[in-house]
């Protein structure tokens, strides 16, 4: 036991800079994820500004669970959160792919640069571009799709589109820098491997699918399963820039939902309430799924 005590301080010395570097992140994560947690015990209390707080058990959730509006928030923020996934996470490995291919490292470059670029942009800036893209009559979309004989499309207040635009412009936003973390899985493949197939007469295709794909699984499930983990997460930057009155029934998620009632109302318990909520759905999903791809693959998070 002492043997191993001291081999710890030798390597916490030894790596003393590391750790320093890491004291930043840790802090963040300390008072803004872990300190806040005990404020969640608001979600059982009813908030008294005068007195202590009234501890009331389920109560809130039972208004919450009751409230058909709720049930309309939930449901938005679910079907938004599948349709993102569907699309934004396989494009990114798609992208990943085809620029490996390219065979110019200048070209190569440029083009990460500018697909790397909407990442580093606020959602305020992007609902102002795509505002401006898709607004009826005159945005450059509908002057396009005019030009071919279709009426114009009022994009950010028709409750069919509304919801596409979301999908197509987080797309926009992070294809590019979530294609970063597979561009990297690819560039660690062994090259022995790419020239062993090319040797037996593999194609470009039969290289991809055989070596590549089965190369960056492990990567592939585990943001896989990262991302369940957030599958509730909506997007409250995205949805509370881009929504209106118009379509505010078919886009109100969760996090908008807890900002009107908590912030907005001052119903802070049962805004609370609806937060753990959401907390415990993407607790459940990723540790569902981690115990699934264990089963299925032998690769999860942990």
């Known amino acids: 036991m002492k043997l191993k005590k001291e081999q710890l301080k030798r390597q916490l010395y030894r790596d003393r800079y590391l750790y320093l570097l890491f004291l930043p992140v840790l802090t963040f994560f ?51 959160s599948a349709m993102k996934i569907f699309l934004c996470f396989p494009l990114p490995i798609i992208l990943a792919f085809l620029l490996n291919e390219v065979r110019s490292h200048n070209y190569r470059k440029i083009v990460q640069s500018i697909i790397y670029l909407p990442h580093f942009l606020s959602w305020v800036v992007i609902a102002g571009i795509f505002i401006s893209l898709l607004q009826a009559p005159d945005g450059v979309i509908n002057q396009i799709i005019g030009f071919f004989g279709v009426k114009p499309i009022s994009f950010m207040t028709s409750t069919k589109h509304i919801r596409w635009v979301f999908v197509w412009s987080e797309v926009w936003r992070s294809i590019g820098w979530d294609s970063i973390l597979y561009i990297a899985a690819i560039n660690n493949i062994a090259l022995e491997l790419y020239d062993a197939a090319t040797v037996d007469g593999a194609s470009r295709w039969q290289q991809a699918f055989k070596i590549t794909l089965p190369s960056i699984l492990p990567t592939i499930i585990t943001v896989f399963i990262l991302n369940l983990g957030f599958f509730m997460n909506a997007g409250f930057d995205q949805v509370f820039n881009m929504m209106n009155d118009a379509v505010i029934n078919h886009v109100d998620i969760i996090d908008t939902y807890v900002y009107r009632i908590g912030l907005g109302k001052g119903n802070y318990s049962l805004g609370t309430a609806a937060g753990l909520f959401k907390g415990v759905i993407g607790l459940f999903l990723i540790l569902s799924t981690d115990k699934l791809s264990r089963k299925v693959t032998g690769e999860g998070v942990w």
């Open 30 to 80: 300390i008072i803004w994820h872990y300190i806040p947690i005990w404020g969640a015990r608001i979600a059982f209390q009813d908030v008294k500004y005068v007195g202590k707080n009234v501890w009331v058990g389920f109560k809130h959730f039972k208004v919450l669970f009751s409230s058909p509006v709720f049930f309309r928030v939930f449901m938005n923020t679910i079907a938004i």
